[in-house]
């Protein structure tokens, strides 16, 4: 496999280097003017469409128009999305520059799909003059109710397969600060879907958009920094026949936690998280354990055009299964192996009630720091987790069994963490849901041992739903 690999890499080497600043910058005007024509011409006929039948020739020339740039721009980008945000429209990921007299046109267009509750349409192939018809007709009709609008517009579109309809989204800028702290739980739901659905595009021999999954990550490096503890015990929520989607989920939780403990900008925390979210798509393409690195490289490179996210991507796809000691790993590379190894082997796994314990997971990684491991990235890892990372089962020294809620916290309650009553002392279940800081408790109280969960006959999966529903004040699971 290595040697495969790093043939491929080899390749891609090559390839960077015929790829000139000077060809992005001309790739990035091709699309930026030919995407000026393509957001226009939707624009004027969803205007006109509400005019006239579609068999009126008024139709034809735009019609035909805008399937022949969209081809050729197919043709470049290998898929195209036209993308809103806010006042903003993006084809893929070039913002469209517009003169002031044209901010209209832009308003027009992101107005049109915002009443569908849409932000944006990708195109995974070209499209007839029909069928731009067919959209535009589709988007001059009045909305769906509440709650479908997207829904009914999707089911107006059936009859154009290559045709996909994205969520609205409103980018954070750089340095804002949020005004509503959302529940981390509901943005990895959301993340969950976005996953599932880069996923299930990517089995269907789609070209991967990166846009959806950007949009989930801007959400999760937030939430992530106010959540360490729950971000930290994402492995250990997985629920049995979900390997999948939820392990590129969790490996992005790590991945996020070590880069933010770097000190890394939120754009390379961006470009962290979406190749922590696409780092096994060659598992979607067909690829195997020894195959899938080359197949997903393969499948990136099929987006033309080079910039720097992608080339992070396509190193961790090919690095991130490669030992330490190997090679000059990317950083990006250095931190998912960290973060992908622990998943699988603290995650739950089929015919399994649980993987190994997290402090057993993390000893076995810290002793094969150096030649496996970055140690420097290994050692931050560890004091992330600390001593009890959490999902830990612990007995305590008065008899009573907890699980640790918290990460390392820092230096001094390294090995002092936050836990949940889950046994007491009589091998009895604890009346109410009851929470210590062995901290604060360390002069009376301390981890006499680390327990097997999996040998104990305990999920700790749900107890660890049960701890952090707690936590948000919700009654437990019927």
């Known amino acids: 496999m290595t040697t495969k690999v790093a043939s491929v890499q080899r390749g891609l080497e090559k390839a960077l280097q015929r790829a000139s ?95 569908h509750n849409v932000g944006g349409v990708a195109f995974h192939g070209p499209i007839g003059a029909p069928e731009v018809k067919l959209l535009a007709r589709a988007l001059s009709q009045p909305a769906g109710e509440a709650g479908r609008a997207r829904a009914a517009l999707a089911d107006r579109l059936t009859a154009v397969p290559e045709l996909e309809l994205t969520g609205r989204y409103r980018f954070r800028i750089s340095g804002e600060r949020t005004t509503v702290k959302q529940r981390h739980d509901d943005v990895m739901r959301r993340g969950a879907a976005v996953v599932k ?103 990136l490179l099929r987006q033309r055009g080079f910039h720097e996210g992608k080339i992070r991507r396509l190193r961790v796809v090919l690095e991130h299964h490669l030992p330490h000691g190997a090679q000059q790993l990317s950083l990006f590379a250095r931190i998912l192996h960290i973060a992908d190894d622990y998943d699988m082997l603290t995650a739950p796994r089929d015919g399994m009630l649980a993987g190994m314990p997290p402090p057993t997971a993390q000893g076995a990684m810290w002793a094969a720091r150096g030649p496996v491991y970055d140690a420097d990235l290994m050692a931050l890892f560890v004091r992330l987790m600390g001593a009890y990372p959490p999902g830990s089962l612990l007995e305590l020294s008065n008899g009573r069994w907890v699980m640790s809620t918290s990460g390392g916290r820092d230096q001094e309650r390294f ?28 002069y009376r109280l301390r981890p006499k041992r680390v327990l097997n969960p999996a040998t104990k006959g305990l999920d700790i999966t749900a107890a660890l739903e049960r701890a952090f529903l707690a936590q948000d004040g919700a009654p437990p699971p019927a």
């Open 21 to 115: 600043l000077a060809d992005d910058r001309e790739l990035a005007g091709r699309v930026r003017d030919e995407g000026h024509r393509l957001v226009f011409l939707l624009n004027g006929l969803v205007r006109t469409s509400r005019l006239y039948q579609l068999d009126n020739a008024a139709l034809e020339g735009p019609s035909a128009e805008f399937a022949s740039v969209l081809r050729g721009l197919i043709g470049l980008l290998g898929a195209v999305t036209i993308f809103c945000v806010e006042d903003n429209v993006y084809v893929n990921d070039v913002r469209l520059r517009v003169r002031p007299t044209e901010q209209v046109v832009i308003d027009g267009i992101v107005a049109e799909l915002d009443r």
């Open 197 to 299: 659905e880069a996923v299930a595009n990517l089995g269907s021999n789609r070209l991967p958009n990166p846009l959806p999954v950007r949009r989930a990550v801007v959400d999760l490096v937030g939430s992530v920094r106010d959540n360490v503890g729950r971000a930290a015990a994402t492995p250990l929520r997985r629920r049995l026949g979900s390997a999948g989607d939820q392990h590129l989920l969790s490996v992005c939780n790590l991945s996020l936690l070590l880069g933010q403990a770097l000190g890394l900008s939120e754009s390379a925390l961006g470009d962290l998280g979406v190749a922590a979210m696409l780092h096994d798509v060659g598992y979607a393409h067909g690829g195997d354990k020894d195959t899938h690195a080359a197949a997903g490289a393969r499948l």
């Open 415 to 442: 090995a002092w963490p936050v836990v949940t009553v889950i046994q007491e002392s009589d091998g009895s279940a604890p009346v109410t849901s009851e929470e210590l800081d062995l901290f604060e408790l360390r």
